[in-house]
């Protein structure tokens, strides 16, 4: 406890604090390196964490077998058993989520192929990445408005299950005034078509869509986004802690992206001030 107090103090030296202490400096620069010791799985784990969230309903041996058929990483089903245990990623498994929502999840039908997008409120795309920390991997969910690309809630989470999307869900609930008709599409992940979710789209008169199976375009606005989240923000930074990543992306999606980020999409406008002049544009 006492050398973790010294790695977060900034104005006093090592060697200063520890002749302070009467400590040895030895022994703090082996607790530092002990410390600091990366996880020699992590690549591993990565790309389990990346296999889980395209085939989400995969158990560990399936996930063994495309380690080795798409990474060439050959590695006994034991050791993918364990590792996904430590990154809770076992509880994806058809009766941990039968337990929980009392019911099987519901494949819904796709509702937008042939939707010409002309207001904001109208269609919400949802998605779900994964973010690594030095030691450990969370998890981020976000819905954005697919007419002004303005993300209307997100969620980060350490653990990959319904807790994560509902409280992205009831962020965006929060932040906008919704009225029924509005389309909520997502993939087929366990998390969106758990009856608690459903349920609360359905309470707001919301209506779900799923992507097909297999089509990687159906949700590419919501893909678009994670991708700008982890290339101008999550990738330049190495969060320390779920604390740390939670302030930084919020800072990035609220006051950045949202408000003062120029999308190309949108006529080099951020998506408030795109919002801005549609909605002035209406009264």
């Known amino acids: 406890m006492m050398f973790a107090c010294m790695s977060e103090e900034k104005c006093l030296s090592i060697p200063r604090m520890c002749e302070l202490l009467d400590l040895s400096r030895a022994s703090y620069y082996r607790w530092r390196d002990q410390r600091e010791a ?3 799985d992590m690549e591993i784990k990565d790309l389990i964490q990346r296999i889980v969230l395209h085939h989400n309903r995969y158990g560990y041996r399936r996930v063994t077998k495309e380690l080795a058929r798409s990474y060439e990483c050959f590695i006994n089903h034991k050791k993918v058993l364990r590792l996904m245990g430590e990154d809770n990623l076992l509880c994806l498994g058809k009766k941990g989520w039968v337990k929980t929502t009392q019911q099987g ?4 039908p796709n509702l937008i192929p042939d939707i010409l997008l002309s207001s904001i409120n109208q269609v919400w795309v ?4 994964y973010i ?3 030691d450990q991997f969370i998890y981020l969910a976000v819905i954005l408005d697919a007419f002004s690309r303005r993300c209307v809630g997100w969620e980060l989470g350490e653990h990959l299950d319904i807790s994560l999307t509902l409280g992205a869900l009831k962020r965006a609930l929060v932040s906008r005034s919704v009225q029924p008709g509005l389309i909520h599409h997502s993939d087929r992940g366990v998390q969106y078509g758990a009856k608690e979710y459903t349920d609360l ?3 707001y008169g919301i209506m779900i869509s799923m992507a097909r199976k297999g089509n990687p375009y159906d949700n590419a ?3 678009s986004f994670i991708k700008t989240l982890k290339h101008e923000e999550v990738y330049l930074f190495e969060y320390r802690n779920i604390q740390e990543a939670r302030q930084r992306i919020d800072y990035f999606i609220g006051e950045v992206y949202n408000e003062d980020r120029l999308h190309s999409a949108l006529g080099y406008l951020p998506p408030s001030e795109f919002e801005e002049k549609f909605l002035a544009g209406k009264a």
């Open 105 to 108: 999840t519901q494949i819904y």
């Open 201 to 203: 789209l359905k309470s």
């Open 132 to 134: 690594r920390l030095r």
């Open 221 to 223: 606005k919501a893909e």
């Open 38 to 40: 990366p996880d020699p």
């Open 126 to 129: 949802a998605d779900i990445t």
